[in-house]
Structures are given as C-alpha cells and as structure tokens.
C-alpha cells in the first residue's frame, strides 16, 4: 500500500497569513497519462470532508483560489493563503493513484 | 442539489452482521463510481472501497475485503454496504462518497459502534 505522510502546522496560524501544509507519498503518484493522483480534503468540525483539489494542482468547483496545490510526485504542499477563521479544521491528503486508495493522518490548522 | 444520505447505523455486538445505506438525489446516480470511507474515533481516514456504475467491479481495502460488501441498486439511487463478523476495530463513522475525479460529496455520516 502507498503510505501518505502528513506534516504538522506550527499552529494557531494568525488570519491573514498564509500557511502550507505538506504530505508525502511512498510512491510516485504520477500515471502513465502525466497526471499526479494526489487529492486534498478539508474536515471542518462537526462536518463531512469537502474535496479541495484533485490531480494534485486542480481546484474543486466552488473551491476558493486561496487554495493551491503544488508537488512533485512523492511530495506535495497545499497552500491556503490569506488564511481565514473558516479555513480552520483538518486537511486531508489522500492518493488515487493505485488500490487501496489510502489518507494520510490530517494536519489540523487552527487560525488566531 | 446532490445529496447523500447514509443511514443503518448504531450498536451492534461484535461478530454480528449490519448493512448500511446510502439514498442519493440530486444527479444520475448511474453515471457514478460510489465508494464507502470510514473514519474512526481517533480521526483516522480508511477507504473501504468503491464500485463501478454499474455495479460490475468492486474494489476493496484488502484488510476488509473478506468481510465488507459493497453493492448497489440504481433504480434506487441506493449504495449498500454489508458489514459481516463485526469487531470493536469497525467502530467509526461511515461515509458514502460520489466519485467523480475525486469523492466530490460526501454523505453526512452514519456511526457505527461495536461492543457488546
């Protein structure tokens, strides 16, 4: 199985500010048709997961442009910028690149 | 509007069965790859598994795969997940998501706790 590593945030994270989460894979998530299976999940509390981004860099609908992915095929970063109080919650990375599809840990991110 | 609602859930003892569902509304159920994701008490994120469109192919987490089923009915708009032989380790909650390039909704959640 592709084991997916979290970062820690050094929280709380002042609003305003930007923040970049990291998460790393035991494998490539590249395919063979050049994509970075790679997606990101925002848990906020008391609420279900929400899809960020997929194929590593591209936004979900409705997902705010503070939000960017970036990597390369084993290490990625989300960054959120101009943090805010509703950004607040657990990130997710999780890999679609091959079965079973597996998380990593979370990295909480708490705003002052 | 997409919604997913799981229900089926609550106390069960350990070695008993349990299925759970999830009745989708708000888009062409049949277009979509379904999955199952359970996270546990602790906030650990686990993939269950997920199912074709059409309900021809499965895959599964290998550590579950003996003991969870996934199917379902799309003249319901339902997802099932059949839960066997049940340990104190299944306690979670249970998500259903829809699969489009990533689980792009997910249900509200369904919690499932195992003890005697």
């Known amino acids: 199985d592709i084991v997916m590593t979290q970062g820690v945030l050094p929280n709380p994270v002042p609003s305003g500010e930007s923040a970049s989460i990291t998460c790393r894979s035991s494998?490539?998530?590249?395919?063979?048709?050049?994509?970075?299976?790679l997606n990101w999940f925002l848990q906020r509390p008391g609420q279900s997961p929400q899809l960020l981004t997929y194929w590593m860099s591209t936004r979900a609908s409705g997902v705010s442009d503070r939000f960017s992915g970036s990597g390369s095929g084993t290490y990625f970063t989300l960054k959120i910028s101009r943090v805010r109080a509703e950004d607040a919650g657990v990130y997710y990375c999780q890999q679609v690149r091959e079965y079973p599809l597996t998380f990593g840990s979370g990295t909480k991110l708490e705003i002052k | 509007e997409v919604q997913l609602v799981e229900s089926g859930g609550g106390l069960v003892q350990p070695g008993a069965s349990l299925k759970l569902s999830c009745v989708a509304s708000g888009f062409t159920f049949s277009d979509y790859w379904m999955s199952w994701v359970r996270q546990t008490p602790g906030k650990t994120m686990e993939w269950i598994g997920d199912?074709?469109?059409?309900?021809?192919?499965?895959n599964y987490a290998p550590s579950l795969k003996n003991r969870f089923t996934i199917s379902r009915d799309n003249a319901k708009s339902t997802l099932y997940l059949q839960m066997s032989n049940v340990r104190s380790e299944d306690t979670a909650t249970y998500y259903c998501?829809?699969?489009?390039?990533?689980?792009?909704?997910w249900g509200q959640g369904v919690m499932v706790t195992v003890s005697s």
């Open positions: 494998k490539s998530l590249v395919y063979k048709d050049g994509k970075t299976y």
């Open positions: 998501t829809r699969d489009k390039v990533g689980a792009d909704y």
């Open positions: 199912i074709k469109y059409d309900g021809s192919y499965t």
